[in-house]
């Protein structure tokens, strides 16, 4: 059993397709339970409002679809319809600088944050962050660690650059069940090569953030690492 974590890491949290800040917060209301005591989760909204039935009917993450109340994405796929799908290819995509801005003044006024996590299209999104933090685009951008639920990387050809070798040093944690059927494990798997010496979490369940008891020591043995690396520095 690793000794505790001596103060709380502060994770900016990235919510997914058709939810909000709120609702991601409720969404891993156990994960907080889980972690209360070596985490401090923030949550913020994605600045797109996601239109109503026909985006939701064709929205790349159906399982969030239900019952969502102001429901908001990161970025669209479909940039005529304002809608999204994780594996529609495109050669455009629409507003994700707008996001990247939105992360970046959360950091600015919510801030600093030593982590960051990202569920499905947030996870996705947060893949491309800690690239535009690697390659010096965003100095704002300090975070020592990512947490990828559920990630992809993005179909959309104006995002290739953000792909690009070397793969990125920042320590992460990448978390995805063998039976989700929105983001199949394959498709996270995909991630793995962006980042170097990747940590994975795999869990038997569907599309959602894992936080039973057998998944703690996983999450808590990946900050504790962190930390320790931070003390010696």
Same mark, same amino acid.
């Given at each position: ?59 790349? #993450?159906? +399982?969030?679809?239900? /019952?969502? =109340? ?8 479909? &940039? %005529? ?7 529609? #290819?495109? +050669?455009?995509?629409? /507003?994700? =600088? ?8 959360? &950091? %600015? ?125």
């Amino acid at each position: 059993m690793s000794s505790p974590i001596s103060a709380p890491f502060r994770i900016l949290c990235i919510h997914g397709y058709r939810q909000n800040g709120s609702t991601f917060r409720e969404k891993t209301g156990a994960l907080r339970k889980l972690l209360k005591k070596q985490v401090e989760l923030v949550y913020i909204d994605a600045p797109h409002q996601v239109p109503g039935e026909g985006a939701m009917q064709k929205a790349g #993450e159906q +399982e969030t679809a239900g /019952g969502e =109340e102001d429901p908001r994405g990161w970025w669209f796929s479909d &940039v %005529q319809a304002k809608s999204f799908d994780a594996g529609q #290819e495109c +050669e455009a995509s629409l /507003g994700l =600088e707008e996001s990247v801005e939105a992360v970046r003044q959360a &950091v %600015q006024d919510l801030g600093p944050f030593d982590g960051i996590l990202g569920f499905s299209q947030g996870a996705a999104l947060v893949a491309m962050l800690c690239a535009l933090q690697e390659q010096g685009k965003q100095p704002h951008f300090k975070f020592r660690f990512a947490i990828l639920v559920a990630g992809f990387r993005s179909a959309c050809a104006q995002h290739g650059k953000l792909y690009e070798a070397p793969a990125l040093s920042l320590p992460s944690l990448h978390v995805f069940g063998q039976t989700d059927r929105v983001i199949p494990e394959t498709k996270s798997q995909e991630l793995l090569s962006r980042f170097n010496r990747p940590q994975v979490l795999t869990h038997p369940g569907g599309h959602f953030v894992p936080a039973a008891s057998a998944h703690r020591q996983i999450y808590l043995d990946f900050l504790k690492k962190l930390q320790n690396e931070g003390e010696m520095e």
